[in-house]
């Protein structure tokens, strides 16, 4: 019985908010599958060949050029096809494998953006990974093991990370000290309070891709983006909208001077090739 309470606990925290879940046999099957697929992942991580990343490009709202890549985990799960990040990175942080695997992910992003010479990558980084001890250390390390300058790594944090500042203030800064960006992650969906905002330390916001879809052609939903993009202004803070889908979206955003702008209207996600050639290529500028 306990085991079952244990269960609907860590459900209901998974679940976040301050929601409580009763028991239901189903949950038994899901924590089942996730112990399963946390033996699969520890074996990805060991072989090596079953991860890899995915390349987002983001785009310069001003001139349509592309500043920078965001990496994106991907899993080639031998018998699971597409298993998405949303899925597997719950499963890498409730076991703790995600420490080793986020140092790959950065360590593979920081080597290719060295190879490729873009303006910056950005690496997503998990709660769990920030709160590591060390971690400044070990990005620093890596940093220096790839030879990328600081300033071309750009961390997505999500506010909840940065909301405890006697725990996250001492990492934050040295991560910053050293030169490398911090930007917070779907922006709009935590605990952000306008003076909060004001008191962190970040280079830049990610507005949420769920403020976006309402900036299409609706006056609330636009007045909230705007308002966002002018508070981050007002910070001397970028601004990054994601999720652009469309082209209503993009003329909004583009008319009220957000940075960057990125999401399938531009490009989805890309393997490392496809990337690659359009940064060859002239596909770095958006046509008109
Ligand atoms: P995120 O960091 O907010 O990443 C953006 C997600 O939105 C990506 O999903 C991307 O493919 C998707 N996206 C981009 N443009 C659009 C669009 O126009 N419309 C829509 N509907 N979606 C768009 P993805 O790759 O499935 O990743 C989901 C989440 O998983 C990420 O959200 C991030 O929280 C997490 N994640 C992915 N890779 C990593 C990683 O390497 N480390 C960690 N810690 N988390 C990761
Ligand atoms: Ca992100
Ligand atoms: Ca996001």
């Known amino acids: 019985l306990l085991r079952r309470a244990d269960i609907a606990l860590y459900r209901a925290k998974a679940e976040g908010k301050n929601g409580y879940q009763l028991f239901t046999p189903d949950m038994d099957e899901v924590v089942q599958s996730r112990r399963l697929l946390e033996v699969d992942l520890a074996q990805a991580l060991a072989k090596g ?15 349509g050029e592309i500043t920078g890549v965001e990496a994106l985990a991907r899993w080639e799960h031998p018998t699971k096809r597409n298993l998405p990040p949303s899925l597997f990175i719950p499963v890498a942080e409730a076991s703790g494998l995600i420490v080793p695997m986020g140092e790959w992910i950065l360590r593979t992003a920081c080597r290719q953006a060295v190879e490729w010479n873009i303006g910056y990558v950005a690496v997503n980084v998990s709660p769990i990974q920030f709160r590591q001890p060390g971690f400044a250390t070990s990005v620093k390390r890596i940093l220096s093991d790839t030879g990328l300058h600081p300033s071309r790594l750009e961390l997505e944090i999500t506010e909840g990370v940065l909301v405890d500042k006697e725990k996250s203030g001492a990492v934050l800064a040295s991560l910053r000290d050293a030169g490398i960006k911090i930007a917070i992650d779907d922006f709009g969906t935590g605990y952000s309070s306008l003076s909060y905002l004001r008191q962190l330390d970040v280079d830049k916001i990610k507005i949420d891709q769920s403020f976006i879809r309402q900036a299409d052609n609706d006056e609330g939903g636009r007045s909230i983006v705007l308002a966002m993009v002018q508070l981050a202004g007002a910070l001397r803070m970028q601004v990054t909208a994601e999720g652009v889908e469309t082209h209503d979206q993009r003329a909004y955003l583009s008319s009220i001077g957000c940075d960057q702008l990125q999401g399938y209207l531009l490009s989805r996600p890309l393997t490392p090739n496809a990337m690659e050639e359009k940064l060859n290529g002239t596909m770095g500028v958006l046509a008109a």
Request: glycine letters at 6%; charged letters at 5%.
């Open 49 to 63: 060949d079953q991860l890899h990343l995915a390349y987002q490009p983001l785009y310069s709202g001003i001139n």
